[in-house]
């Protein structure tokens, strides 16, 4: 709700004859008959109620108290408005208030590699946060020093006043300003915290990451983030994990994915090979006639599960090389194998989903 006086264009220390005389020009000027506009009709209402209540003494008196919300219309649920006007929004609480506070989380972002979350590994991260002053050891006054009361709230932390208002004569408690609210003051603060209780400084901290973590996973290390304010207790240290890259396998939730060239001749006649995996040897079986996007399973060989037990799986993409260049007694041997089979020409055949998508990635340069 706009102010009354603004509304009217008169000071709050205006006499009713003043408020009367601007009430009546604006009247003049705002009124339906003499200016039908909308925006016109909503200042003439707001400059009429603004002089029922300035030209009624009663209502000006609870007017000039301050807002009452909550009153009028038959409506009291503003009453905890009332009471924050009167006794201080949030500041009824009683004695004075601990310079002790609890330090605010941290947060760390760690890389590993794929191959470290199979089992999971250990590293010392820096951090700089905030640390118990080693001066004062959080007192925040200098060697041989204590804090004093405060002179000004008796070292009660607050400020009690008498504040006439629409219930009486109200007692009103708000923090002092000379000790903030604490009670005490330090005349003498620590000179390496500057009365802080706290420094910042880089520390070294043993983290265990547990294996089948990923990225985005956030780890929290309760009281290890930074100290509070005059060596109050510690908030937490949350770690942020971001998997790095690898250039021959990626992950799918617990299962490791990867892809292995097979020689066309190998793929006809099948083959046994060992491959180098993450966590040691993989040996892989080429059954014959093994087509492109066949997925060969290696149980047991995937990244350790988090939550639960055991490890996913290694799954292994088979892709088909075809040879571009061939010696002529290679394109003779070829040419027979050929015309053994009687091979019919290329045509459509049925639709692959897997291979489709293959192929798809491989066009795109994926």
């Not at 300035?54 to 038959?74: A, C, I």
């Not at 009291?76 to 949030?90: C, H, L, P, S, W």
């Amino acid at each position: 709700m706009p102010d009354h006086y603004e509304v009217l264009g008169v000071d709050r220390n205006a006499s009713a004859e003043d408020i009367k005389k601007a009430y009546r020009r604006l009247a003049r000027e705002l009124h339906p008959d003499v200016n039908p506009s909308a925006e016109a009709s909503e200042r003439f209402k707001l400059v009429t109620h603004a002089y029922d209540v300035l030209s009624d003494p009663h209502e000006r008196q609870q007017y000039d108290l301050g807002p009452q919300p909550g009153f009028g219309g038959g409506n009291f649920g503003g009453f905890g408005d009332i009471f924050e006007t009167f006794f201080g929004a949030g500041q009824r609480t009683t004695g004075p208030r601990s310079r002790r506070e609890r330090g605010q989380d941290g947060l760390v972002r760690v890389e590993v590699d794929l191959d470290e979350v199979i089992f999971g590994t250990t590293r010392e991260v820096e951090v700089n946060t905030a640390v118990v002053c080693g001066t004062c050891e959080g007192s925040c006054c200098a060697p041989g020093t204590a804090p004093v009361r405060c002179d000004i709230c008796g070292g009660t932390g607050q400020i009690q006043r008498t504040m006439r208002s629409l219930l009486g004569n109200v007692m009103t408690s708000n923090p002092c300003g000379t000790c903030r609210g604490y009670g005490t003051i330090i005349p003498n603060p620590c000179p390496t915290c500057a009365g802080q209780g706290r420094v910042r400084a880089t520390r070294s901290i043993p983290v265990d990451i547990p294996a089948g973590v990923d990225t985005g996973l956030r780890l929290q290390m309760p009281g290890q983030g930074e100290v509070g304010p005059a060596g109050g207790p510690a908030g937490d240290l949350f770690l942020e994990i971001k998997v790095r890259h690898h250039d021959v396998f990626s992950r799918q939730g617990d299962d490791l994915l990867a892809t292995v060239e097979v020689q066309m001749t190998d793929a006809i006649l099948g083959t046994t090979t060992t491959l180098k995996g993450l966590d040691g040897d993989v040996q892989v079986e080429i059954r014959p006639g093994t087509q492109s996007a066949e997925v060969l399973t290696i149980k047991d060989r995937g990244v350790t599960r988090l939550r639960g037990s055991g490890r996913g799986d290694l799954r292994i993409g088979v892709q088909v090389v075809t040879p571009v260049k061939l010696s002529g007694k290679e394109q003779e041997l070829v040419r027979q194998l050929a015309a053994s089979r009687k091979n019919q020409p290329p045509h459509f055949a049925q639709f692959q989903q897997g291979l489709f998508a293959k192929l798809r990635d491989r066009f795109l340069g994926l």
